[in-house]
């Protein structure tokens, strides 16, 4: 299981610090929460921001996007080469379209979705995708209640990749810790993001070793 730290539950004075602590605490990726205020009821970083991220960063980034204008926020963080830029299917007229764009500027794509949205209907696009983020949480803030029913749904995203021989990753965003983790792996998942699991902790690398199972 790789594990992606939400640096949304970091503390904001010293974020340059808490990004080199979940890197040298052995996480896979870093996980950065883009909310506009629109499509969440929750404002939080830009490309200034996150460019400071990138720099203290010694691992791969995993860009999540919670906005309107899904083009126009991947146009703003593509330069600075995350590996994954993830966007809500809820709030996209194109998906495959913003897909193959993605994909032209070397970056992974990736597809979210809420707790409510069907994994049916990613079943003409499941191949060209790179990754799916399965909120466990509606989006918008962290240290939220898991839903449990991501369960079901992960394991029904993994028979339908399986199915349409894809290789997508499944990843799962919201409420994470170590009571959920082995249900999360039994159904298939590949990627957890735990924000404040790890950071509300003074053992950042203790917690996400327990989810590397
Ligand atoms: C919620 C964000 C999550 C959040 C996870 O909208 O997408 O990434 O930070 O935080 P926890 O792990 O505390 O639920
Ligand atoms: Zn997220």
Known sequence: MQVA???LSADFGILGDEVKAICD??????HVDVMDGHFVPNLTIG???VEAVAKASTKPLDVHLMVENNTFFVNLFAPLKPKYISFHLEEEKHPHRLIQ???SLGISPAIVLNPHSRVEDLEYIINDLDMVLLMS?????GGQKFIPSVIEKAARLKELIIQKNASALIEVDGGVNDK???ALKNAG???V????????SEDYAGKIRSLQI
């Open 189 to 191: 998942v590949d990627v």
């Open 180 to 182: 959920n983790i082995h």
């Open 25 to 30: 605490g052995g996480c896979d990726l870093v």
């Open 101 to 103: 764009h993605i994909r």
């Open 47 to 49: 490309p200034v921001v």
């Open 137 to 141: 949480v509606n989006p918008g803030f």
């Open 193 to 200: 993001v735990a924000g404040s699991y790890v950071y509300n």
């Open 5 to 7: 730290p939400s640096i």
